[in-house]
């Protein structure tokens, strides 16, 4: 499997294989709750998206890309097997991250999962 998504108390983690890592320069990402906004199953336009490293192979998309001031990490090979994470004030080193976009093998099954989370985070604040 090129990606796995870690469901931890406290935060998301996205592990990326050692292959996949060199295409999108990422091994790693872990995200807390409290940044996520909204999840969704469906891959962004790429027509509007500029690729600043990585990989863009067909429906292929490995990397990170950008669009006006929004940056976006994108790991997937179908856009239609996807989860997007919709991000508050995220940032990845010095860039502000927006969406990230990652390939799952159940994405409505990936967003109850995370959504269940989210809910459980709000309802202990």
């Given at each position: 499997?090129?990606?796995?998504?870690?469901?931890?108390?406290?935060?998301l983690?996205?592990?990326?294989?050692?292959?996949?890592s060199?295409a999108?320069?990422k091994?790693?990402?872990v995200i807390?709750?409290?940044?996520?906004?909204?999840?969704?199953?469906?891959?962004?336009?790429?027509?509007s998206?500029?690729?600043?490293?990585?990989?863009?192979?067909g429906?292929?998309?490995?990397?990170?890309?950008?669009h006006?001031?929004?940056?976006?990490?994108l790991s997937y090979e179908?856009?239609d097997?996807?989860?997007?994470?919709?991000l508050?004030?995220?940032?990845?080193?010095d860039?502000?991250?927006?969406?990230i976009?990652v390939?799952?093998?159940s994405?409505q099954d990936?967003?109850?999962?995370i959504e269940?989370?989210?809910?459980?985070?709000i309802?202990?604040?």
């Amino acid at each position: 499997m090129p990606r796995t998504i870690e469901l931890g108390e406290d935060t998301l983690a996205i592990r990326l294989s050692v292959l996949t890592s060199i295409a999108s320069f990422k091994r790693k990402i872990v995200i807390p709750y409290k940044f996520i906004a909204r999840v969704e199953t469906v891959a962004p336009n790429l027509q509007s998206l500029i690729r600043l490293g990585g990989t863009s192979i067909g429906d292929i998309q490995e990397g990170h890309f950008w669009h006006g001031e929004d940056w976006y990490f994108l790991s997937y090979e179908h856009p239609d097997k996807v989860i997007s994470l919709t991000l508050n004030d995220y940032y990845i080193g010095d860039r502000l991250y927006k969406v990230i976009v990652v390939g799952v093998d159940s994405p409505q099954d990936m967003k109850a999962l995370i959504e269940a989370k989210l809910d459980k985070k709000i309802d202990r604040n």
